[in-house]
């Protein structure tokens, strides 16, 4: 029987990680779930997987799996007990150290170790480096620092326990074929308890994982970046989110026309995935409208979103906003 795969999950780090972004993980998933096509996920409880909790966490991977899940190609499952309300005693800690005498010291002591976890995970690596002993132990040594300051339980949203649980469940159940998705601050406490797992393995990037790396970098878009070359990326991607990235660039440098022309064709085609888009795509068309003069249309397209059964709150916010009063690009 060949060795449990783990694979960490970045959530919305994801998008810094050209050559591991949510669509390398879909790809390893598909092609490594084998036969039993189970995909286990050790940082959610069913409860949490059922009630769409890794939505509002930005939990890019599974966007681009759950369509495999809905057309029955891949069985999606929870493993963590309780994972979503343990996270959050993490958070409550959070408010609980401004109770505290000494607690806005441990808070900066905190942010500190948090900022550079983050630098950490936003460096660019491939899938070997992330399943390399050296990765795991810096990122483990990362998160001892965490614990050394607050302490194991509360502080990390009791990530050790949750973890052990999970090893037991993956160990006695037995995975057989299936994949292990984890939160990447999870990842090396599951390591240490699952001695005979591999992590992400080599592997030559796919046209999809191309495609999802210029996305990502469409999404994170910067005054320096080569608009130009960009879209020309994005013209060579047939998909509506690709459609709705140019739209962005083209808003961005002020060619409302042009953004509002890419934009409607895209909401003539089906652009219900990835699940995120809908929202973001129904909200920024309203704005589009209403600089544009079309307020009648802004506002079919604001209430559209008020109307999706899920979407970002980002999207609801523009949309509410938009319904308040028309949108105006601020200047300067």
Known sequence: ???????????????????????????????????????VLAS???EGLRNGVWRDKNELALFELTPYAEEGLIVIEAAGERAEALQREGEL?????????????????????????????SAPRLPEDIASAAFISQLASLLDEQTAIAGEGPAS????????????????????????????????????KLPDAQGPAPGEPSRREAERAIMDRAWRLQEQDDWGALLAQLREISSSEAQYLAS???????????????????????????????????????????VSGKRERAI????????????????????????????????G
Request: aromatic residues 10%; glycine residues 6%.
């Open 1 to 39: 029987m060949s060795a449990m795969r783990v694979l960490p999950t970045f959530g919305p780090l994801h998008v810094l990680q050209p050559r591991y972004n949510a669509r390398t993980v879909a790809d390893r998933v598909i092609s490594e779930s084998g036969a039993a096509r189970r995909v």
């Open 44 to 46: 959610y409880s069913k």
């Open 93 to 121: 800690f959070a408010e609980y150290l401004n109770n505290m005498p000494r607690g806005e010291e441990i808070k900066k002591k905190l942010a500190e170790v948090q900022e550079r976890i983050f630098d950490f995970l």
């Open 157 to 192: 949203g009791f990530r050790d326990s949750r973890m052990e649980q999970v090893a037991r469940f993956l160990t006695g159940e037995g995975c057989g074929e299936c994949v292990v998705l984890v939160d990447v601050l999870d990842y090396p406490r599951l390591m240490a």
């Open 248 to 290: 962005q660039i083209y808003m961005a440098a002020g060619q409302v026309e042009d953004a509002l022309a890419i934009l409607e064709e895209a909401s003539r085609s089906d652009f219900s995935r990835p699940e995120y888009l809908p929202g973001y795509l129904l909200a920024r068309l309203g704005q589009l409208y209403d």
């Open 300 to 331: 079919r397209s604001y209430r559209a979103v008020a109307a999706l059964s899920w979407a970002p709150q980002e999207a609801r916010e523009i949309a509410l906003a938009g319904l308040r009063a028309p949108f105006s690009p601020q200047v």
